[in-house]
């Protein structure tokens, strides 16, 4: 597998093991968010793979965040 070296560019799309990572969720829970009716987690289907923004993670959990100043 690609090991990334300090000059490659932070990845866009990420795919299910490292997303889950990111969520510090498992990969069925994650699986749960992507498919739920609202919010669902911002993905991208390319046939049947599924990949997920890094932005839109990103982007998803400031939305859900509460309590505390923004």
Do not use: C, N
């Amino acid at each position: 597998m690609h090991e990334r070296q300090q000059d490659d560019p932070a990845p866009i799309l990420v795919g299910p093991k490292e997303a889950a990572k990111l969520l510090s969720v498992s990969p069925r829970k994650l699986w749960a968010m992507t498919f739920e009716d609202d919010p669902a987690l911002p993905h991208v289907k390319m046939g049947r793979l599924v990949r997920y923004p890094v932005a839109g993670l990103q982007a998803h959990i400031e939305a859900m965040l509460k309590g505390g100043q923004r």
